[in-house]
């Protein structure tokens, strides 16, 4: 038995961002994980990422798709994109896990699909839970993990982040090898 701590939100803020990254930093030092997964829109919260974890760490970004807001767009802009390379973290824009054909459908027929409905069944631990699942999929199907290694995969509610968990990573095609192995910190309340 190991016991451990777990940062829970009682509101939704960005001011979260700064003790979820310190929690995720401590954590991953203490289990040796060394690649971390962010979910970023614009930006912001990739890059107060990459000044927590610095060298050492392989920092994956994972965006937005083009289109999700407005057709052709990302909504982070190339200003952003180049810091955050150069400041050694690697961009993901892709397709989203849960989205793509289901949301289409869902778009078009105002029907769920199977990939809606795990997104949604998701949701039930908070917004930050489908999310850090869903970008955690995306990083491994784009071949950026090392899918022998636990990762720590952040996301938010709204703006900056406030949920984090320890994967066990897998590709979409054995979605259900994936695992939650820890909770680093979670809202406790929806928005």
């Known amino acids: 038995m190991t016991e451990k701590t777990i940062v829970y939100y009682d509101e939704i803020k960005e001011d979260n961002t700064a003790v979820t990254l310190n929690a995720v930093k401590k954590r991953a030092d203490e289990l040796g994980i060394k690649e971390i997964i962010v979910s970023s829109t614009r930006g912001g919260t990739a890059v107060k990422t990459l000044e927590q974890f610095g060298a050492g760490y392989k920092v994956i970004v994972v965006t937005h798709s083009a289109g999700f807001r407005e057709p052709g767009k990302i909504e982070m802009s190339d200003e952003t994109k180049a810091k955050i390379e150069e400041m ?4 993901l824009t892709t397709g989203h896990a849960f989205g793509g ?3 289409a459908i869902n778009k078009k027929f105002n ?9 949604h069944v998701l949701r039930m631990f908070g917004q930050g839970m489908k999310v850090v699942v869903e970008t955690a999929y995306m990083a491994a199907d784009a071949g950026l993990l090392d899918m022998d290694k636990d990762v720590i995969s952040i996301a938010g509610t709204g703006k900056g982040c406030d949920t984090a968990v320890v994967i066990k990573p897998a590709h979409l095609n054995d979605m259900f090898d994936l695992y939650v192995r ?3 910190t979670k809202p406790t309340v929806r928005t």
């Open 88 to 91: 050694g973290g690697i961009i």
């Open 101 to 103: 054909v289901d949301r």
């Open 111 to 119: 029907t769920l699909g199977p990939a809606g409905l795990v997104a």
């Open 182 to 184: 820890e909770i680093v």
